[in-house]
């Protein structure tokens, strides 16, 4: 038996090890970590998790971070994770309730977007107009939540920074999208827990292939980056690959620009009335237990 065949038979028997010790029905984990109950079945036979599943799982069985560190390493030590979109969308028809769990549990969220308006930004028809053009099925729904989880962005205990492009305030995905968008940046820009940025197009200091989200958990854990291709989401969580976007992050955001500058830059784009805060520097990533909030 090769080592990768032997670690994936001892992370089936644990995870079925943990589920049946918590007590808890393949059903019910299928609930608890926002999968279907087939995606269960064939875990605990011979499909290969995900990262975010094997965490989901944990945490679902409460398991303790000895056991938590154990099953990580029999996971496999994936340094960056990925999965098809057939395989994400599994048994859903939108994907906002994983990002919705995710940005929970963070204390800290840093956001690149190139392209287009974050998702926790948008407004309900620019949401609308994003979601026709790609795969979900049921976009009301996959609106409705993305409307849902901008409201952690009101949550004091947490902190939200937005780094944006001046090419994504130029495109809309729709006729109407950008009516109120760059308004609805603005507002929000206000709110103690968010820090906006815009990165105009003549003061790129690198070359921003692809969007990025550097996730901060507030259980103390190592931050992980997260991103969508092509083929399907990624997760990346090996310390190097995740200090090499914390570098990246760090130069895009000293070239962006706040304050008046960013308010020129919507007012262009946008016809944006009212006043984003001014500029904030990001906030430190300390360990969570430093945080008095």
């Known amino acids: 038996m090769s080592d990768r065949i032997e670690f994936s038979e001892q992370l089936r028997r644990e995870l079925l090890r943990l589920r049946d010790r918590a007590g808890i ?12 109950f087939g995606v269960i079945q064939r875990i605990e036979r011979n499909q290969k998790p995900t990262i975010g599943q094997v965490e989901a799982w944990l945490t679902a069985c409460n398991v303790d971070n000895i056991t938590r560190q154990r099953v990580r ?12 979109w057939a395989e994400a969308f599994e048994g859903r028809s939108h994907l906002q309730d994983v990002e ?51 409201r952690a962005l009101h949550y004091p205990e947490r902190m939200f920074e937005f780094l944006i492009t001046e090419s994504a305030l130029r495109w809309a995905p729709g006729p109407r999208a950008m009516v109120g968008q760059a308004e609805r940046i603005a507002s929000l820009a206000t709110l103690e827990s968010v820090a906006v940025a815009v990165l105009p197009m ?12 550097l996730n901060y958990p507030a259980d103390g854990n190592s931050p992980f980056v997260t991103t969508e291709l092509f083929h399907g989401p990624q997760r990346i ?22 304050g008046d500058d960013a308010r020129e830059l919507l007012a262009r784009h946008g016809g944006a009335t009212r006043h984003p805060r001014e500029a904030r520097t990001p906030r430190e990533a300390r360990p969570a237990e430093n945080e008095e909030e």
Do not use: C, M
């Open 25 to 36: 029905s393949q059903r019910n984990l299928a609930k608890a970590i926002g999968t279907s």
């Open 73 to 84: 390493l029999r996971r496999g030590g994936a340094r960056a994770e990925g999965q098809p």
């Open 202 to 213: 003549d003061a790129l200091p690198l070359l921003p292939w692809h969007h990025f989200i």
């Open 100 to 150: 919705k769990r995710r940005e929970l549990d963070a204390r800290l969220v840093r956001n690149f977007q190139p392209t287009i308006i974050p998702g926790l930004l948008q407004t309900a028809e620019y949401a609308r107009s994003v979601f026709a053009l790609g795969r979900t099925v049921d976009i009301p729904a996959a609106v409705n939540v993305r409307l849902e989880r901008q």
């Open 237 to 258: 969580t090996d310390p190097e690959a995740v200090a090499v976007y914390v570098e990246v992050w760090d130069r895009l955001w000293a070239a962006g620009v706040t």
